[in-house]
């Protein structure tokens, strides 16, 4: 279980998160949502142990986050961030291999390799393989930095390396944010098959249809504020949604159909033309 | 955003052949510059002579006391300067970071000219105990001042953003030429003729007992900042992304500066300032095998070597039997090549 107890952040006067809790467990896919500025990233930022609180606890399988060194943290966990200010040309295959590091000691330099191609296989970004990383584009190294992640998380989900120091976890930030619709997809489902294989698999993303076709879980913020959290179909209502988003919509759920969010054509937001 | 080669060229073989050709051409320019210079010493003697068959002769002292250790000198130090470069480069997550552009061989200098003019004024004992190396000793001190005052700079912020430690290195470095002005003032004659021609840069007159602690110094840290290369790697992704991937960075901060410092200040006291070589010679590396610092640190140790080399010989050969001070050739090569990559940048950036 990784965790958040009545985490409390607050930086330069703003207060980024407000007595908030949530957790994730092994096997489960958990996704975050609400409107700009509500303090998603912060709770993933706590979570991943970046963020220092001004009160609560962040545990990671029992253990306080902090008690962890940054090498045993990363044997633990993989986090996929929002932006990455990559200058140098290192090419494809060289910043998915950077995940190696924090496995040099548990695994050997061939198992390692095989994680990394594996990982760029499932990202679908193998034709890229070769190429220098800068002068790709905005979707493709979105993607090649999830190989990457893919490829850090890989071996804690062993058998042999979860029963020896629990479950990993995986915090993805965002990763729907520059791909199109083929990838939004294709990337949100194998961050559940991660979860399928025994992962904690915690998810940023503003797109409530992603949100609502993939969680076991939602939690919805709100000024830094928990609203409410549970399965998609009665956290998305709505009341929730005029409340948090201030915008009329629902969530279809027809059978053999994604859920998806319908959004009234009478909206504060949108401009009548006339 | 910066003007880097952004092709990755056919980097497996690349990679396989630089360092062997390097060395080659380390060996070339090691007996070159060892036959060259006022008097000619053919380099079959050379050999005789390293070999210990020619004993006694003139040449076998010029050889052994004049040439020797300065071709040594030469080798270590722009190995050492190139390693730096590439150090300084990665941890600034820039590749226009140079140490003497962000102020620290300029520390370095400051202790050395405290140590020449002060040295036996303001501490009676300091330069008798330390003797010889006073010197490097105050420039060691002057640096790893520096590299802690820009260490904490970045930590106010918790980051390091390029602009401000240039901006930074733009004060630190006018800080000390106001103090170099000032004690250039105080001096004497003689001290004004050392500080000069140290602050320009030299590798003359170095003997063994001077040279070899500063070796000694050098070889520590290029082997230390080598050990580096996978963390720098996983660095140049970001600060926070390096964290995730399980690297303590705030330690890979601290470990970069005091084994740049150690190596600038050692190099900085023997040699004066030479410029440029830390920023070229990465650059040029980085061209050919790319970004990975297991291939880059190597390969810029045996580009430093070879060019700092290559510049001592021509600042010794050119108007024989005088010297041009050999940091005028390293910048007179390196400034030019520093516009022309500030100019790509910016070329990139306006697309």
């Known amino acids: 279980m990784l965790s958040l107890h009545n985490a409390t952040a607050q930086r330069g006067g703003n207060t980024l998160l407000n007595n908030v809790s949530l957790s994730v467990a092994a096997g489960e896919c958990v996704v975050i949502v609400g409107p700009n500025g509500a303090g998603k990233s912060s709770a993933l930022k706590a979570l991943s142990g970046d963020l220092t609180l001004q009160s609560g606890e962040v545990h990671l399988n029992d253990t306080a986050i902090d008690q962890f060194t940054p090498l045993e943290l990363a044997q633990r966990r993989a986090v996929l961030t929002q932006s990455y200010d990559l200058a140098f040309p290192f090419s494809v295959t060289e910043v998915v291999e950077m995940a190696s590091f924090c496995h040099q000691e548990q695994c050997s330099k061939q198992q390692l390799a095989d994680y990394a191609r594996k990982a760029i296989d499932e990202v679908e970004v193998n034709h890229l393989a070769h190429k220098c990383f800068t002068t790709l584009s905005g979707g493709e190294q979105q993607r090649v930095q999830l190989a990457r992640v893919l490829a850090q998380l890989s071996p804690a989900l062993e058998p042999s390396i979860i029963a020896k120091q629990g479950t990993p976890y995986l915090l993805i930030d965002e990763p729907t944010s520059s791909l199109d619709l083929y990838h939004q997809y294709h990337v949100m489902s194998l961050a559940r098959a991660a979860a399928d294989r025994g992962a904690g698999v915690i998810i940023v993303v503003h797109d409530l249809s992603l949100a609502a076709s993939f969680a076991d879980k939602l939690y919805v913020l709100k000024s830094g504020k928990l609203v409410t959290s549970g399965k998609a179909r009665d956290v998305l209502t709505s009341d929730v949604l005029r409340d948090v988003y201030n915008v009329d919509a629902s969530l279809t759920l027809a059978s053999g159909q994604l859920p998806h969010l319908v959004i009234s054509q009478h909206n504060d937001c949108i401009t009548q033309r006339t | ?351």
């Not at chain 2, 320019?29 to 036959?35: G, K, P, Q």
């Not at chain 2, 105080?186 to 000069?196: G, M, V």
């Not at chain 2, 640190?297 to 045996?302: D, E, K, N, R, T």
């Open chain 2, 1 to 351: 955003m910066l003007a880097l080669g952004h092709v990755v060229i056919e980097r497996e073989l690349a990679r396989k052949g630089l360092i062997p050709v390097l060395l080659f051409a380390c060996l070339l320019i090691w007996v070159a510059a060892l036959s060259i210079g006022g008097v000619d010493i053919s380099w079959t003697e050379v050999i005789a002579i390293l070999s210990g068959t020619e004993k006694g002769s003139l040449q076998q002292t010029i050889l052994w006391e004049i040439r020797f250790p300065r071709v040594v000198l030469s080798l270590i130090a722009g190995a050492g300067l190139g390693v730096c470069g590439a150090a300084m480069q990665a941890i600034f997550r820039n590749p226009l970071a140079d140490p003497g552009l962000i102020g620290v061989s300029s520390g370095a200098a400051l202790g050395a000219v405290t140590v020449i003019v002060l040295g036996n004024t303001l501490f009676t004992d300091f330069t008798s105990t330390f003797g010889l190396y006073a010197v490097p000793i105050g420039a060691f001190l002057g640096c790893l001042a520096v590299c802690n005052f820009i260490y904490r700079l970045s930590g106010f912020s918790g980051q390091f953003t390029v602009i401000s430690l240039l901006l930074a290195g733009i004060a630190v470095n006018a800080i000390v030429g106001a103090f170099i002005g000032v004690l250039t003032l105080i001096s004497n004659d003689q001290e004004l003729r050392d500080l000069t021609f140290w602050s320009m840069g030299s590798l003359a007159g170095n003997h063994w007992a001077l040279v070899l602690p500063s070796l000694i110094a050098i070889v520590i840290a290029i082997i230390g900042l080598y050990r580096l290369s996978q963390p720098l790697n996983l660095y140049l992704l970001g600060e926070a992304q390096a964290k995730h991937l399980g690297l303590n960075v705030n330690a890979l901060k601290k470990r970069v500066f005091i084994l740049t410092a150690l190596c600038i200040g050692a190099a900085v006291a023997v040699t004066g300032m030479i410029g440029f070589v830390g920023f070229v010679v990465p650059h040029l590396i980085r061209l050919i095998v790319g970004t990975d610092h297991r291939y880059l640190m190597p390969g810029s140790m045996l580009l430093g070597a070879l060019l700092l080399t290559a510049s001592d010989l021509l600042a010794r050969t050119i108007i024989l039997p005088a010297e041009v001070p050999i940091g005028l050739i390293t910048s007179a090569l390196g400034g030019p090549f520093f516009l022309i990559m500030l100019m790509k940048t910016y070329k990139n950036m306006a697309k």
